[in-house]
């Protein structure tokens, strides 16, 4: 990549958010978090309490698509409830309220997202791969629907100690993401270690991904985090970035800049070896400073992140 597509890419991701959200106003400007090739974007439980919007059906979709075109971002990793929300359905809904809402419904709120010049690229329902195959097929279609091919869940461990897979849990998702056409990636907290995703069960569907967290891991392992990405780079469909403190630092979670998780050298590294097919999400966690706000936060996040690219 030459310097002048380098510099046009991070100016891209440079564009001021426009106002006027709060008004209804329609959306037109797009905004590319895309850096030196390095996609930059976020998971709504970033800014988790505009989940507490159950009472008005709507209400998530809507301020989702205003806090990233108020922070910059491009792309978006949809929690599944938060998606159920922005169709209507209510909160713990059954699979036949899930089951009658209209694909139309799902295709429309896939153009809202478009139309803002965001793009959902994944989708979280913590539950594929272990319900029932009808609940399966609902999970695997409206991630479809709304223009994503990957939906990832915890990962699950038989020891968290020992940090292995589960057996008889990991079949299951293998069968489901075969059987549905959708990938399924794990997100890991700090129940894994650089082994975990080395086990032969992973080889059970090539439909099976990583969802990795660099924060968690740099929190719970004494392994180098990039070390993680080299080794699995053709399994990882995204990865989560949040800055934590070593465990013998007090793994704690922090504002980007003030941990030990090695962000710099991840995006060096995605940047040296190519890897632009791995989406970088935010995953802001920590407490917020006085005088800001969740959405406001997560525009510093991503501040920092393309200094760190762009820089």
Not at 161 to 175: F, G, T, V, W
Not at 258 to 281: M, N, Q, S, V, W
């Amino acid at each position: 990549m030459n310097i002048n597509r380098r510099s046009f890419l991070c100016g891209l991701g440079a564009t001021a958010a426009l106002g006027g959200c709060a008004t209804g106003k329609p959306v037109v400007a797009r905004h590319v978090s895309d850096y030196s090739g390095v996609q930059i974007g976020v998971i709504t439980y970033s800014w988790w309490d505009l989940t507490n919007g159950w009472s008005n059906p709507g209400y998530i979709g809507e301020k989702s698509i205003c806090a990233c075109k108020k922070t910059g971002l491009g792309t978006i990793e949809l929690m599944g409830g938060d998606a159920e929300n922005a169709v209507g359905l209510p909160h713990k809904a059954t699979l036949a309220q899930r089951n009658a809402v209209p694909d139309s419904k799902w295709i429309e709120l896939r153009k809202r997202f478009e139309a803002a010049g965001i793009t959902i690229h994944i989708v979280k329902f913590d539950n594929v791969g272990l319900g029932s195959d009808e609940e399966n097929a609902y999970y695997a279609k409206v991630t479809k629907l709304l223009g994503a091919d990957t939906i990832t869940r915890e990962v699950i461990v038989n020891d968290k100690n020992a940090r292995k897979l589960k057996a008889d849990a990991i079949k299951k998702c293998a069968e489901a993401a075969d059987k549905y056409g959708i990938n399924i990636a794990f997100h890991n907290h700090t129940q894994i270690n650089l082994a975990t995703y080395a086990d032969p069960l992973m080889d059970l569907s090539p439909r099976l991904k990583i969802n990795y967290d660099i924060g968690h891991f740099t929190a719970s392992n004494e392994d180098d985090p990039v070390e993680f990405v080299r080794r699995f780079k053709d399994r990882i469909a995204s990865i989560h970035i949040k800055d934590r403190t070593l465990k013998r630092n007090g793994a704690k979670n922090l504002p980007f800049g003030k941990g030990d998780t090695p962000l710099k050298r991840l995006f060096d590294y995605i940047k040296a070896e190519g890897l632009y097919d791995i989406p970088c999400d935010i995953e802001r966690e920590y407490a917020l400073p006085a005088g800001s706000d969740r959405i406001s936060e997560v525009g510093v996040c991503n501040k920092y992140c393309r200094g760190l690219i762009c820089g």
